[in-house]
């Protein structure tokens, strides 16, 4: 059942930079530290992405991969508890989920999640090169859905208006920074062995080819008689009725604002931005992604 932890007159903390990146309070500087030095192990698996370009969906797909496709397994345990989000916390009621991760069992891989940069990965990331899973969103659907979370997420300062969200979303002047340097440096690494770069939109056309694709990259194929119900388990009508990986209980949400699972579709933009918000983003998006090869559907 849903629940709110937190007072309703709770204000959300203050933003701060971290190596000029807007993070929000509940990521603190310490547990970015402790991040960048703490141990990785070379059988991890890592779960990256700008917020909102479909991290929950995509560690729900690595968890059913993960369990080799047995639904019950994966429906024991909360999503956050199966692939945590590794810089988050302490703060309020959230623990710190650097030292859990870091205690995590040895004898099956460890599922990550993070928002990190590139850049900002840890250490032993970048030397180990374990197995990471990007996953890529349009910039115009993102920025909606990011928008949109300030208004029922209670560590971001909300912001009513579309109009003044889109100038800092541009800017990189919002959580995490820029969505185009965060995708860029991840897009430069896609032909290494152990990145794999997939699109939310692939996955919205066919999540099942996505899903073989995502799990042979792990080298943990979903077994024949299997496969249609572990895609089904992901589709966005079945992970917004799922408990484990709906955070219809997270203290995170204003559950009295909405839901987590909002749309989950390609094309939502069209339905805020204004004609010249789009041209001027058509432009900026031209020119930042020129020369890069990365394309994105804007619609299906
Ligand atoms: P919308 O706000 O457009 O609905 P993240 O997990 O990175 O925060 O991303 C959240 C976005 O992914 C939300 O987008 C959410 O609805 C969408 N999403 C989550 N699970 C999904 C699924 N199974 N299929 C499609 N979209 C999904």
Same mark, same amino acid.
């Given at each position: 059942m849903a629940h709110n932890l %937190? &007072? /309703? /007159?709770f204000k959300p903390l203050a933003d701060h930079f971290f190596n000029g990146i807007r993070v929000p309070a509940v990521i603190p500087a310490a547990s970015l530290d402790a991040v960048r030095e703490m141990e990785v192990r070379d059988d991890d698996i890592w779960v990256v992405t700008? &917020?909102? *370009?479909?991290t929950t969906w995509a560690q729900e797909i690595t968890s059913v991969i993960m369990e080799g496709g047995d639904l019950g397994k994966v429906k024991e345990r909360p999503l956050l508890e199966r $692939? =945590?989000? $590794?810089? %988050?916390? &302490?703060?309020d009621q959230i623990p710190a989920t650097h030292k859990f991760v870091d205690a995590m069992p040895r004898d099956v891989p460890r599922l990550v999640r993070t928002h990190l940069p590139y850049d900002l990965m840890p250490k032993q990331w970048h030397e180990k090169k374990p197995k990471t899973l990007y996953v890529a969103r349009n910039p115009k659907d993102t920025a909606i859905s990011k928008w949109q979370f300030t208004k029922i997420n209670h560590y971001i300062e909300t912001v009513e208006s579309f109009f003044d969200y889109l100038p800092k979303f541009i800017e990189g002047d $919002? #959580?995490?920074?820029s969505w185009f340097d965060h995708n860029l440096a991840f897009w430069q690494h896609?032909?290494? =062995?152990h990145v794999l770069f997939v699109k939310f939109e692939d996955m919205k056309k066919d999540l099942k080819s996505q899903m073989i694709r995502i799990a042979d990259f792990y080298g943990r194929p979903l077994p024949e008689d299997k496969i249609e119900e572990c895609v089904e388990h992901c589709t966005f009508d079945k992970m917004k009725k799922n408990p484990m990986s709906n955070? #219809? *209980? *997270?203290?995170?949400? /204003?559950h009295k604002k909405g839901t987590f699972h909002r749309k989950g579709e390609v094309g939502d933009w069209m339905n805020h931005f204004t004609v010249s918000q789009n041209e001027i983003f058509n432009s900026l998006f031209e020119e930042k992604m020129r020369g890069s090869g990365l394309t994105f559907d804007f619609e299906l």
């Open positions: %937190l &007072p /309703d /007159d700008y &917020p909102k *370009a479909g $692939v =945590p989000y $590794v810089e %988050l916390g &302490p703060i $919002v #959580s995490y920074g896609r032909h290494e =062995p955070y #219809s *209980a *997270a203290p995170f949400i /204003d």
